[in-house]
T-cell receptor, first 118, second 110 residues
Framework: GAVVSQHPSRVICKSGTSVKIECRSL??????MFWYRQFPKQSLMLMAT?????????EQGVEKDKFLINHASLTLSTLTVTSAHPEDSSFYIC??????????????FGPGTRLLVL | GQNIDQPTEMTATEGAIVQINCTYQ??????LFWYQQHAGEAPTFLSY????GLEEKGRFSSFLSRSKGYSYLLLKELQMKDSASYLC???????????FGAGTQVVVTP
């Protein structure tokens, strides 16, 4: 149990286009999902916290108009990178916490989406 | 904010023991996690400590001292597949947001 999927796993796009990444909890419901970004040889950096039915909370320095997050259901959150540029090329990872779990409970990570902007 | 420090890289031989230290400074504390991450993959959960002491789980153990802002992950009977990055992460709020350290790359040699 506790499987999180991401789609696509890998995407290459041209500069200026928008890319949507989906994060799904497959066998549980998640009120809270988190989006992270990881550059090569660096650690994961939290971008935003996504709560079902409400606006996402963005970390300092993350542009909310550039990284649009929608958490429309208890099993799906989407991250849209708008007007992507080469510097947005990164490994994007989502995680989900099962409904009813406390904040201290472990999060389940998706397999990640590798974005390359040409 | 918080400051999380862990060594960049450690090398050990197969069958040996390696201890990865993590020190942190934070204004709030709601738990400390250890994750394993292989290159190009998402992190996988290893352990969670919220109270002082040692948590043992098979070949992996994790220790926490909140007063010292210190934790370690102990890997015993190292196997080649244990070569990976090990991430120390803190959660400091009620949302459970994770703040990760830079990770320690463990290299296991034959």
């Amino acid at each position: 149990g506790a499987v999180v999927s991401q789609h696509p796993s890998r995407v290459i796009c041209k500069s200026g286009t928008s890319v949507k990444i989906e994060c799904r909890s497959l066998d549980f419901q998640a009120t809270t999902m988190f989006w992270y970004r990881q550059f090569p040889k660096q650690s994961l950096m939290l971008m935003a916290t996504s709560n079902e039915g409400s606006k996402a909370t963005y970390e300092q320095g993350v542009e909310k108009d550039k990284f649009l997050i929608n958490h429309a259901s208890l099993t799906l959150s989407t991250l849209t990178v708008t007007s992507a540029h080469p510097e947005d090329s990164s490994f994007y990872i989502c995680s989900a916490r099962e409904i009813g779990q406390s904040a201290q409970e472990t999060q389940y990570f998706g397999p990640g989406t590798r974005l390359l902007v040409l | 904010g918080q400051n999380i420090d862990q060594p960049t890289e450690m090398t050990a031989t197969e069958g040996a023991i390696v201890q990865i230290n993590c020190t942190y400074q934070t204004s709030g504390f709601n738990g400390l996690f250890w994750y394993q991450q292989h290159a190009g993959e998402a992190p996988t959960f290893l352990s969670y400590n919220v109270l002082d002491g040692l948590e043992e789980k098979g070949r992996f153990s994790s220790f926490l001292s909140r007063s010292k802002g210190y934790s370690y992950l102990l890997l015993k009977e190292l196997q080649m597949k244990d070569s990976a990055s090990y991430l120390c992460a803190l959660t400091t709020d009620s949302w459970g947001k994770l703040q990760f350290g830079a990770g320690t790359q463990v290299v296991v040699t034959p």
